[in-house]
C-alpha cells in the first residue's frame, strides 16, 4: 500500500505561484496531478513518468495548464513536485496527487487507472 501526502496549497492573487509538494511512502513510476473544483469532474493536471529500463523521464500536460505549470520529481526523496506560476482563478480547486506503475500519453489523465492517491491540498486563486 503507497501512502502519498500532498502539501503546498494555500490562497493566492491571481498571478501569483505556489508549489505543490507530494511525498511518498513507496516509489511508483508514474506520479500525477489531478484537481476538482466544486461541480466539477476531476481532471489530470500533469503527470510525470520513469522508464526503469531506460531511465527516460516524460512528462504530460493538460492544455489548460501548459506553459504555467511544472512537474517535476526527487526520487531519492519519494517526492512530486507541481510548481505553478502564473495563476488564474479557474486553477482554483482541490489538488490530488495520485500514482501507478505505468502511464503514457493516452492513459496519464485517466483518474480511474490510478491507485494510489492522496488526501488533496486546496488551491484558490482570487482575481
Known amino acids: 500500500q503507497v501512502q502519498l501526502q500532498e502539501s503546498g496549497g494555500g490562497s493566492v492573487q491571481a498571478g501569483g505561484s505556489l508549489r505543490l509538494s507530494c511525498v511518498a511512502s513507496d516509489n511508483r513510476n508514474c506520479r500525477a496531478w489531478f484537481r476538482q473544483a466544486p461541480g466539477k469532474e476531476r481532471e489530470g493536471v500533469a503527470a510525470i513518468y520513469t522508464d526503469v529500463f531506460t531511465d527516460d523521464t516524460n512528462t504530460f500536460y493538460a492544455d489548460s495548464v501548459k506553459g504555467r505549470f511544472t512537474i517535476s520529481q526527487d526520487n531519492y526523496k519519494n517526492t512530486m513536485y507541481l510548481q505553478m506560476d502564473n495563476l488564474k482563478p479557474e486553477d482554483t480547486a482541490m489538488y490530488y496527487c495520485?500514482?501507478?506503475?505505468?502511464?503514457?500519453?493516452?492513459?496519464?489523465?485517466?483518474?480511474?487507472?490510478?491507485?494510489?492517491w492522496g488526501q488533496g491540498t486546496q488551491v484558490t486563486v482570487s482575481s
Open positions: 495520485a500514482a501507478r506503475l505505468h502511464c503514457d500519453g493516452g492513459s496519464w489523465n485517466v483518474g480511474t487507472e490510478f491507485g494510489y
